[in-house]
């Protein structure tokens, strides 16, 4: 059964930083595509970032320059380190895995965890 399970969120002041983790179980971040996505209530959800078993990462343009994802293939975890937030970055965190390469659409996730919450104060 495979599990994700996301922690790192809180409340921070505009400029702050958080950073994202995800731990895996009964799937290898290693070896699967990846990817980070928020919603806001009543909003669409929206990826944020992505890599690949390439490593290759992918950006939203709202959060290039801004946001690192990476993976740690020894603790089967997957991290978003968020610099310089704002207040538009505030929403429910979610990590997502695929078994193909999904980019920054949902659609093609198989596999989610239960969020965490952001909240970036102006």
């Known amino acids: 059964q495979v599990q994700l399970v996301e922690s790192g969120g809180g409340s921070v002041q505009t400029g702050g930083s958080l950073r994202l983790s995800c731990i895996a179980s009964?799937?290898?971040?290693?070896?699967?595509?990846m990817g980070w996505f928020r919603q806001v209530a009543g909003k669409e959800r929206e990826g944020v970032a992505a890599?690949?078993?390439?490593?290759?990462?992918i950006y939203a343009d709202s959060v290039k320059g801004r946001f690192a994802i990476s993976k740690d293939n020894a603790k089967n975890a997957l991290y978003l380190q968020m610099n310089t937030l704002k207040p538009e970055d505030s929403g429910m965190y979610y990590c997502?895995?695929?078994?193909?390469?999904?980019?920054?659409?949902?659609?093609?996730?198989?596999?989610w965890g239960q969020g965490t919450q952001v909240t970036v104060s102006a």
């Open positions: 890599i690949g078993s390439d490593y290759r990462p």
């Open positions: 009964g799937w290898s971040v290693a070896h699967k595509n």
């Open positions: 997502a895995g695929a078994l193909w390469a999904a980019g920054l659409d949902g659609k093609f996730y198989s596999y």
